[in-house]
């Protein structure tokens, strides 16, 4: 009996029938559990509040590094998304958040940014450092980052939720975004493919 001629429609329905298998799945970074140092309590009876958002395992010196997640370094186990709710109106004497703020989307930024401004005291200042994307991306096309580095700085390590980016930043969006959430710009840096801008809560 001859062979059936095959068609490029049958192939089409083969591929169709064919099942997807299943997506190949990110490595989640391990959960380390451990007791912080310290309770929102015995921060609140500090006489100098300064907090550093999300230091995760590479804190800031000389603030009480705050995270959702636990390190070996974290001083208070806390979401920062919710910062006012834990620290009332006019508490806090300074805020420094690095390399965390691409973790936020755009749809919630300002409103957290607003949220933090309401928690810090009058004249005390914030500093955001994030990175710069169009430094991020004129270092890719340069060759002076190869592609896996381009990646994690554009999208995060993604080793679980936390570490995943949903946002990016320039200069003027950066600025703009603080100012927009009642924040006064005092100066602005340029690390190596990142922004810091220090800014100002006026009153």
């Known amino acids: 009996m001859p062979r ?7 192939e ?4 169709d029938n064919i099942q997807e298998s299943e ?7 391990p959960v380390v559990e451990g007791i912080p140092k310290l309770t929102v309590e015995e921060v609140m009876k500090k006489e100098v509040i300064k907090l550093d958002l999300g230091g995760g395992d590479h804190p800031a010196q000389g603030y009480i590094n705050v995270d959702i997640k636990y ?12 910062l006012h709710e834990a620290f009332p109106a006019k508490t806090i004497d300074g805020l420094t958040c690095r390399d965390t703020l ?6 919630e930024i300002r409103r957290i940014l607003k949220n933090w401004h309401t928690s810090m005291k009058p004249r005390s200042k914030i500093c955001i450092q994030v990175y710069d994307v169009n430094e991020v991306v004129r270092a890719y096309a340069a060759g002076e980052i190869d592609f896996d580095k381009f990646r994690i ?5 993604q080793r679980d939720q936390h570490t995943m980016f949903q946002n ?8 703009q975004l603080l100012e927009r959430s009642g924040f006064v710009i005092q100066e602005t840096l340029r690390p190596p493919m990142r922004i810091k801008v220090i800014a100002i809560k006026v009153k």
């Open 153 to 157: 700085v554009m999208f995060g390590r």
């Open 168 to 175: 990016c930043f320039t200069e003027e969006s950066l600025i």
């Open 4 to 10: 059936r001629k095959r068609t490029m429609v049958s």
């Open 102 to 107: 691409q973790c936020f989307s755009h749809t």
């Open 71 to 82: 390190y070996p370094q974290v001083d208070l186990l806390l979401d920062i998304t919710k």
């Open 23 to 29: 997506p190949e799945q990110v490595p989640v970074e």
């Open 12 to 15: 089409m329905n083969d591929m």
